[in-house]
């Protein structure tokens, strides 16, 4: 049976005045995080109820950042279970200190079990990095194998070193590709993020992701620590509403 596909963005916001902008011009999904803690960084819980409140009578979703979190099953437990009283759409979790299949299972189950204590709605992403060579991290493939081995919604690639690399700086096109299939297969969706910009389009079309994350490429000047420019936000929108409907085979 086929499935029809497209990429759905999710761009992420810093502060309440630039989650509305994002709302209001029909973004699918509004990521909080919080630039300044990292990759994956995550806000206070006042700025989290605040951006959920004023984003809800919108249509787009929200999604929570909790961290680039440390190898501690606990403390994903408990950041996780915070999380969901707060009523996101979306938790996502980085798996920063994840070195193997075994630590990726643990952190990630750690994740799921607590948010589905409160709500089993919620979806849940759990995110590995793209250039894990660079500061001996999980390996994308080790992400797929505990990630099937669970029942987390999504996994995700961002990249944790934000010094202009990008996505396709860290995998080629054929690994994020056998990432994509794989995690597809396994009945899991597929996020990609990493100092994303419109010029990389065309690539993630090809490869095509369930959701595109973005901060840095609609930012002013292309730099994801200033402001979201309303113009770039508007041209990407447009852009990806436009995007063919890919059909894929069962």
Not at 210 to 216: K, V
Request: net charge negative; charged share 20%.
């Amino acid at each position: 049976m086929a499935e029809s596909r497209c990429m759905q963005l999710l761009i992420s916001p810093t502060n309440l005045g630039e989650a509305k902008l994002v709302a209001d011009a029909g973004c699918p999904i509004v990521d909080i995080k919080n630039v300044d803690e990292g990759s994956l960084g995550a806000q206070p819980v006042s700025v989290i109820r605040q951006v959920i409140a004023a984003v809800g009578s919108s249509d787009a979703r929200v999604s929570v950042a909790i961290g680039d979190l440390p190898c501690l099953p606990g403390t994903v437990s408990l950041a996780a279970h915070g999380a969901a009283t707060l009523g996101p759409d979306f938790i996502k979790a980085g798996l920063r200190g994840a070195t193997g299949a075994v630590d990726a299972r643990a952190m990630i189950q750690a994740m799921v079990q607590s948010v589905h204590d409160v709500d089993q709605r919620i979806i849940t992403v759990a995110s590995g990095y793209a250039d894990f060579k660079r500061f001996d991290g999980l390996h994308w493939q080790d992400l797929l194998e505990a990630a099937s081995k669970t029942s987390v919604n999504v996994v995700m690639l961002d990249t944790l070193i934000k010094d202009g690399q990008t996505l396709f700086d860290a995998m080629s096109m054929s690994d994020l590709h056998r990432f994509t299939d794989m995690a597809h297969d396994a009945g899991l969706k597929v996020a990609l993020a990493g100092s994303i910009s419109m010029e990389h389009l065309d690539r993630l079309c090809e490869i095509n992701p369930d959701i595109l994350g973005m901060r840095g490429g609609v930012c002013h000047q292309s730099d994801r620590t200033q402001g979201i420019c309303s113009q770039r936000l508007t041209q990407l929108i447009n852009t990806l509403q436009h995007q063919p409907t890919v059909h894929t085979g069962a």
